[in-house]
C-alpha cells in the first residue's frame, strides 16, 4: 500500500475484531435458480479498454457503533481524494445474535449527504422524522436523502432482539454537492425485488445492482451525486472483467471470501477494501480453493463522479466548513430538523 493512499489508525478505542461471524450457509441477499438464465454482461477487454490498476488494499478496524452493534469501519485511513464522492462505510456485523442481544441505533441527525442502508441477512427497522421508513431484510437497501435535516433511527424489530439470529449489512454515506446539501429530504424503499440482476457469460459471477449502470444494465436507485452500487458473488475459482465508467472512481470491498483484485492478481480477503486507479474495466477473482466456511468470494462494488468541493465531516453532518456543521448542530438543538414522531 502505498503511504499517500492510506493511513491506518487503529487507536481511539477500535479493537482488533469484536465480529462473530457465522458462515454456515452463503449469503442470502437475492439469488436465483440458474443464473445462466439472467442477462449477462459481456466482458469489455479490448486495446480500447484500459484495465484499472490497482492502487493498494487496506485493511478494515473493528469496533462497535449505535448501541453496541459490531461494524468493520471499511474506509478508515482512505484519503478521501480516493473515495469521492463516498464519505463513511460500516460493514454491520456478520453477527449471530443471542436472545436479547440485538442493538441498534437511538434517534439522531442528519445533514447534507444520503444514508444507504442494504440488509444482506437479517432485519432492520427504519423510522424517520418524515414518515419513510419501515422493515429492511434479506436484499432490501432503504436510500435516505438527509438534504437539510432529518431524524432517524434503525434498531433490530422486537422479534429478533427475543429470538436472536443471524444480522449483516451495509451503511454507506454518499455525499451531497454543496448545491444540493439543503434539499428537502427523501426516502427510497428499494425492495430485493427491484434489483436488477445480471450474471457473466459463463455464469460464475451473479451481480446484483442496486444503483446505477454496469454495461447497459441500470440498478432501481435513484441517486443525486452518480454513483454505482453492486452486490457481486463469484463461485469458487470463478473471475469476471465488467465495464466500469472512466469518470468514476472505483472501489472494492470484500463482504466475505477471498480472491484477488485487478489483472495483477492483488489478494483480498474478508474486511479488506481495494482501491482502483483509472480505466475502463474492472478484474475480481475468487479463490480457488478458499480457506473457511463460505467457498464463495462477496465483494462490495462502488463508483461515483467525485464532487471535488471541501468536505468538513463531524458527527452525524457532513457539509463544506465548520461553520455549516455548527450551524447544523444548533438547527438540531432548536428542533429545526424534524421531531421524532409519536409511537
Known sequence: MSSDLVELDHTNGWIEDPLVAVR????????VDDVLTLPKVADPRGPDIAPRPVLGVATAPSGFEGEGFPVRRAFAGVDQRYLDPFIHMDQMGEVNYAPGEAKGTSWHPHRGFETVTYIIDGTFAHRDSIDG??????????????????????????????????????????????????????????????????????????????????????????????????????????????????????????????????????????????????????????????????????????????????????????????????QAFEDFQAGRMGRIPDE
Not at 452518480?226 to 472512481?249: E, F, K, Q, Y
Request: hydrophobic share 40%; net charge negative.
Open 133 to 326: 421508513g419501515g422493515l429492511i431484510s434479506d436484499g432490501d437497501t432503504q436510500w435516505m436523502t438527509a438534504g437539510s435535516g432529518i431524524l432517524h433511527i434503525e434498531a433490530p424489530p422486537e422479534e429478533l432482539v427475543v429470538s436472536g439470529g443471524l444480522f449483516h449489512g451495509i451503511q454507506l454515506w454518499v455525499n451531497l454537492p454543496r448545491v444540493d446539501k439543503m434539499i428537502e429530504p427523501a426516502y427510497q424503499d428499494i425492495g430485493r425485488d427491484s434489483i436488477t440482476l445480471v450474471s457473466t457469460p459463463d455464469g460464475g459471477a451473479l451481480l446484483r445492482i442496486i444503483a446505477g449502470r454496469v454495461a447497459e444494465h441500470v440498478g432501481p436507485g435513484s441517486t443525486r451525486s452518480p454513483i454505482t452500487m453492486v452486490h457481486a458473488t463469484l463461485a469458487a475459482g470463478a473471475s469476471m472483467t465488467i465495464p466500469w465508467d472512466p469518470t468514476c472512481n472505483a472501489l472494492a470491498y470484500v463482504l466475505a471470501g477471498q480472491g484477488t483484485v485487478g489483472t495483477e492478481g492483488h489478494p483480498v480477503q474478508t474486511g479488506e477494501l481495494a482501491v482502483f486507479g483509472d480505466g475502463g474495466s474492472i478484474t475480481v477473482t475468487a479463490a480457488s480453493r478458499p480457506e473457511g466456511p463460505s467457498s464463495d468470494l462477496d465483494i462490495l462494488l462502488l463508483g461515483g463522479q467525485p464532487i471535488r468541493e471541501p468536505v468538513f465531516a463531524y458527527g452525524p453532518f457532513v457539509m463544506n466548513t465548520r461553520a455549516e456543521v455548527a
Open 24 to 31: 454456515s450457509k452463503s449469503m442470502p441477499a437475492v439469488t
